[in-house]
């Protein structure tokens, strides 16, 4: 809960804070991302996978210069992503996945608009309906995530930025530990997303 | 740019993978049917087109909660939405239909349970494909007693329960509550296994009569 409450926290510093110089950004994209879970429940009979489809995503996000182009970003997002199982030739609609991030990045300059970004926040994971490996309840975990940002001027003061992010994540449920699964399953993810910055 | 790809090799190569549990601990789930000495394995699970299974209660039975309680507890074990219900008002709808009277077949899947009683007749046809008619019911009752009865109920419909689902056959060991004289009314991991391995197996029966 504090990782929700500390990316809060510092978006609200990045909105009241020299405002001179607050820049804000509102993105929409989309993202894909490996298996959830695979699973064998007979042995020798068909794999098992649980994966979330490519979703779409939005985004808003705030940063402020920290001095030699570099800068302080924060970033919360949301995507809703279809649930699919499938086992052999069977599949199945499990309902879907929300995610919320809240993610906080170092940025800084490449060339010709091109910046990069590192950093990471914690993620939390809902399903609906709430069955199956998310049975008994949500899942939260803390994200590392790298992403490259292109800014392209449109008007005084707004940009347009694209931004290609990855990250990666350690997965399981409580529904899964409580089936005896062991370990947890590393999720890579992908986003593109295109948005609009007004810096303030 | 250099830093970027080092930072992704590093979390590239620091994966790690789910390991699934094995599901070796489970007991018989047909039912072997003996016909002109042949013997003939019977193995069903509701597919997935039939959920999610519609089933019957009369609002004002005594066996209200104790069937809520043993649909939560066989619908926990499944991952995938293997088996989910609902419950429906009209009896003509239903595909289980549950009742707190005596069986008046007395040739189904039956349980004895100290107090109290359970039974769930499967009417399954001989013609290829083999089918199971719908609706299957199930039975439980009391055994002249109006004593301890709460907790019977309990332990009865979750073994009818099992059956339902499609355990055909009855546990080995009474600390299942698929044993023929079932004394608890949770799943043991065996129980919780084996209905695993019901909805991951070729089923044999063929539910029809849906309506």
Not at chain 1, 67 to 87: F, T
């Amino acid at each position: 809960m504090w990782s929700w409450t500390g990316a809060l926290a510092l978006l609200a510093a990045l909105a009241t804070s020299a405002s001179a110089q607050l820049t804000v950004r509102v993105s929409a994209g989309a993202t894909t991302r490996t298996t959830l879970v695979t699973d064998v429940v007979v042995s020798g009979g068909d794999d098992i996978a649980v994966a979330a489809s490519a979703a779409p995503l939005v985004a808003l996000g705030a940063w402020l210069p920290t001095g030699a182009g570099y800068r302080i970003d924060a970033e919360l997002q949301y995507s809703r992503a279809a649930l699919d199982y499938s086992e052999g030739s069977t599949t199945a609609d499990l309902g879907h996945l929300s995610r919320i991030a809240a993610t906080a990045f170092l940025d800084g300059p490449i060339s010709h608009g091109l910046r990069w970004q590192l950093g990471g926040g914690r993620i939390i994971e809902q399903a609906s309906p709430s069955t199956g490996i998310f049975n008994d309840g949500s899942a939260s975990f803390w994200v590392a995530a790298l992403g490259v940002t292109w800014e392209h001027p449109l008007a005084e003061r707004i940009n347009l930025v694209a931004t290609a992010r990855y990250d990666y994540h350690e997965f399981t449920t409580p529904a899964l530990v409580s089936h005896a699964f062991a370990s947890t399953q590393s999720i890579n993810r992908l986003g593109l997303m295109l948005g609009v910055e007004r810096t303030f | 740019m250099r830093r970027l790809f080092l930072v992704a090799v590093v979390l590239a190569t620091g994966c790690s993978q789910l390991v699934f549990p094995q599901r070796d601990d489970f007991y018989a789930f047909a039912d072997v049917v003996s016909k002109n000495g042949v013997n003939d394995t019977l193995t069903f699970h509701w597919p997935r087109s039939s959920l999610p299974v519609r089933v019957w209660i009369a609002s004002d039975d005594a066996l209200v909660p104790d069937l809520a309680n043993a649909l939560a507890r066989w619908q926990s074990v499944f991952l995938y939405g293997e088996f989910t219900t609902t419950m429906v008002a009209d009896s003509n709808q239903a595909d289980i239909i549950v009742q707190n009277v005596i069986s008046p077949e007395m040739t189904g899947l039956a349980a004895r349970a100290g107090e109290c009683s359970g039974e769930t007749d499967l009417d399954t046809g001989t013609a290829a494909p083999l089918t199971l008619q719908l609706p299957v019911h199930v039975y439980v009752w009391a055994n002249g007693t109006t004593t301890g009865l709460e907790p019977c109920y309990g332990i009865a419909m979750t073994h009818e329960m099992g059956h339902a689902i499609g355990i055909l056959a009855h546990s080995t060991s009474i600390a299942d509550v698929m044993f023929a004289q079932p004394v608890i009314d949770t799943l043991s991991s065996r129980d919780r296994q084996t209905a695993e391995v019901v909805y991951h197996v070729s089923a044999s029966l063929v539910p029809v009569g849906r309506r």
